[in-house]
């Protein structure tokens, strides 16, 4: 199903340089269980954007919104 993230990140620094808000939307085609993953990781990660976005070292406050962008039809 393709499904919209936006990433809203407030209050971080990124090499060595602060920046007050960052808001990143993509598209993308993923099943149910990669949303889950995402959404699960997201949670439980205290360090999720940490350790995968090189040069960001610190985030005061993050918004991950995933929204459906069609219809899941039953199989």
Do not use: A
């Amino acid at each position: 199903m393709k499904v919209k993230f936006v990433l809203t990140m407030d209050d971080l620094v990124v090499d060595d340089q602060s920046i007050d808000q960052v808001v990143l939307d993509w598209e993308s085609d993923v099943d149910q269980e990669e949303i889950l993953d995402v959404s699960h990781r997201w949670i439980t990660s205290k360090n999720f954007l940490t350790t995968r976005m090189d040069g960001l070292t610190r985030v005061g406050e993050s918004t991950l919104t995933i929204e459906p962008l069609e219809e899941v039809e039953d199989e």
